[in-house]
């Protein structure tokens, strides 16, 4: 029998409650809101200390990994209760952001025993902009109910640390931080190794961010407003927001298939034809895709699939944007930089042909069909070209919680 490797969001709940019963003293459950569809937004805590640590899961409907580490990670408190002493602190687990965009990227959990990436992107989701909860709208914009109910948590707990944990569908391990913290780069980087997972020396998100490489990117003083999304919008996020109480905030991303090719430090003879050619690739698949979908994208789709068509629309919208952000960038100069470009470049349109499929699937068949294609397609090249490696979800996971764990204690004084 094949089995999810990743909890879907329902079972979040059950096991959640299956870990309070084993330690009632220590764990507790509760909700602290509700998504757009009426979906509950549950709060696992352990401990009772006066400080308190947050970690959000599930923030990309895409990303099933933060769930399985904040369960995995509430479970060693479970067992281990004296981790959490030295800490001083509560922490808590939000275990799925965004539960209406889990639902509907559910294919989206690889499968024993081998999990496959064709498989996985014929059920992929990932919302548009506007409709991802970790971020704000710029003033005067009203919030999702996901990104209000965040929004609340971080005042009430004044955190001194939040945590948001990511998984990426291919590439490198990397993280983000609003400051600096003596010891966690070096500490993330160690971690990372002693997995065997590669580190993306330059990664395409944060371009605002001062870059500590490899793999760590760090918020420089006085930025933060209107964060620029790598697709081209611009906003707030629950990342920033809590820096008015001190609070240091941490994106970890881990790969389910890894590149090595991401930590290639060696030279590139001539980066300017190079970030050309990769240009070239996510235009002219773009290109593809547009000579396919035509108008197709405008018509009417089931109110239950326009959230697909709509991500869709807008990804294939921005491509020129994010190409022409790569020029206007200081040329790179390592063969990590460019790998992690070209698995942008690559992952785009694929994602636009998975999500168009899927909204287009009752619609127009044949052209479903035909993006069906282009998704097994563009999926064998890029396992050829980069050498992908599963990464076991054990490791994916151990990534998170090690990386949490360490930065915790550097930040609240623990050993």
């Not at 352990?46 to 947050?54: N, S």
Request: proline share 9%; net charge neutral.
């Amino acid at each position: 029998m094949r089995t999810s490797l990743y909890p879907a969001v329902d079972e979040l709940e059950r096991r959640a409650r299956a870990l309070v019963r084993a330690a009632p003293g220590l764990l507790r459950l509760g909700q602290v809101g509700e998504s757009r569809a009426g979906r509950p937004l549950w709060l696992l805590s352990a401990g009772h200390g006066d400080r308190h640590i947050l970690s959000v899961a599930g923030a990309h409907a895409n990303e099933p990994v933060g769930g399985a580490s904040a369960l995995r990670l509430a479970a060693l408190f479970a067992r281990r209760p004296g981790l959490l002493e030295p800490l001083g602190c509560t922490w808590h687990f939000l275990l799925c952001l965004d539960p209406d965009g889990a639902h509907l990227a559910h294919g989206w959990q690889p499968e024993e025993p081998e999990p496959s990436l064709t498989g996985c992107h014929r059920y992929f989701y990932r919302p548009a902009f506007a409709r991802q909860p970790e971020s704000l709208p710029m003033a005067p914009g009203k919030p999702l109910p996901e990104s209000a109910a965040l929004v609340r948590l971080l005042d009430e707990l004044r955190p001194v640390a939040q945590f948001t944990l990511h998984g990426i569908e291919f590439g490198g391990a990397f993280v983000m931080m609003t400051r600096e913290v003596p010891g966690a780069a070096d500490a993330f980087r160690e971690t990372a190794a002693r997995l065997r997972v590669p580190v993306d020396r330059h990664p395409v998100d944060g371009p605002d961010w001062r870059l500590d490489p490899p793999g760590v990117l760090v918020l420089p003083d006085g930025h933060g407003e209107g964060e620029r999304d790598p697709s081209g919008f611009v906003a707030e996020s629950t990342w920033f927001h809590p820096r008015r109480h001190g609070t240091l905030t941490t994106l970890i991303e881990t790969p389910a298939w890894a590149v090595p090719s991401v930590s290639d430090a060696r030279p590139v003879t001539d980066p300017d034809r190079e970030i050309a050619r990769l240009g070239e690739v996510l235009l002219g698949r773009s290109r593809e895709l547009a000579a396919v979908l035509g108008t197709r994208l405008d018509a009417a789709v089931p109110e239950d699939l326009a959230p697909l068509r709509d991500a869709a629309r807008e990804l294939l919208d921005v491509a020129p944007s994010i190409v022409a952000s790569w020029a206007a960038e200081a040329p790179g100069r390592f063969h990590g930089h460019f790998a992690t470009r070209g698995i942008s470049a690559r992952r785009i349109p694929l994602r636009v042909a998975a999500m168009a499929s899927r909204a287009l699937a009752r619609t127009d068949p044949r052209a479903a069909e035909i993006l069906d294609d282009l998704v097994r397609e563009w999926s064998r090249e890029l396992e050829k070209t980069y050498d992908l490696r599963w990464v076991p979800v054990a490791v994916q996971t151990g990534l998170h919680v090690r990386a949490m764990l360490t930065t915790a204690r550097l930040v609240c004084g623990g050993s």
